[in-house]
Nanobody, 121 residues
Framework: QIQLVESGGGLVQAGGSLRLSCVAS????????MGWFRQAPGKDREFVAA?????AYADSVKGRFTISRDNAKNTVYLQMNSLKRKDTAVYYC?????????????????WGQGTQVTVSS
C-alpha cells in the first residue's frame, strides 16, 4: 500500500506553465503505474496521462503536457505547458499495480488528495 501527496498546483494565466509533483510513500514505487487525472466542477474525473515504462496521454493534452517519473525519488511529475482555461480542475495523482497503462479511474487503487489548478484568461 502506498500514500500519494500532490503539490504544485496554483493560479496561472492562459499560455503559462505549471509542474505538478506527486510523492509516494513506500519502497515499491517502481512497481506501480502512475497516472494523473483531473476533475472540473460538475464533471466526471477524466484521464490526463499515465506512465510505467512508457507514457500515455489524453488527446486534449497531447503536445502540451508531459508525464515523467523519478523512481529514486518516489515521484511522478506532470509538466503542463500552454495551459488553457479548460485545463482548470483539481488534479489527482493515482497508482495501480496493473502491468498495463490504465486510462480509466476505476483501474487505479490509490489516490492523492488532489491539487487545484486554475487557469485565468
Amino acid at each position: 500500500q502506498i500514500q500519494l501527496v500532490e503539490s504544485g498546483g496554483g493560479l496561472v494565466q492562459a499560455g503559462g506553465s505549471l509542474r505538478l509533483s506527486c510523492v509516494a510513500s513506500g519502497r515499491t514505487f517502481g512497481s506501480y503505474a502512475m497516472g494523473w487525472f483531473r476533475q472540473a466542477p460538475g464533471k466526471d474525473r477524466e484521464f490526463v496521462a499515465a506512465i510505467r515504462w512508457s507514457a500515455a496521454y489524453a488527446d486534449s493534452v497531447k503536445g502540451r503536457f508531459t508525464i515523467s517519473r523519478d523512481n529514486a525519488k518516489n515521484t511522478v511529475y506532470l509538466q503542463m505547458n500552454s495551459l488553457k482555461r479548460k485545463d482548470t480542475a483539481v488534479y489527482y495523482c493515482a497508482a495501480t499495480i496493473l502491468m498495463a497503462i490504465p486510462t480509466m479511474a476505476s483501474e487505479y487503487d490509490y489516490w492523492g488528495q488532489g491539487t487545484q489548478v486554475t487557469v485565468s484568461s
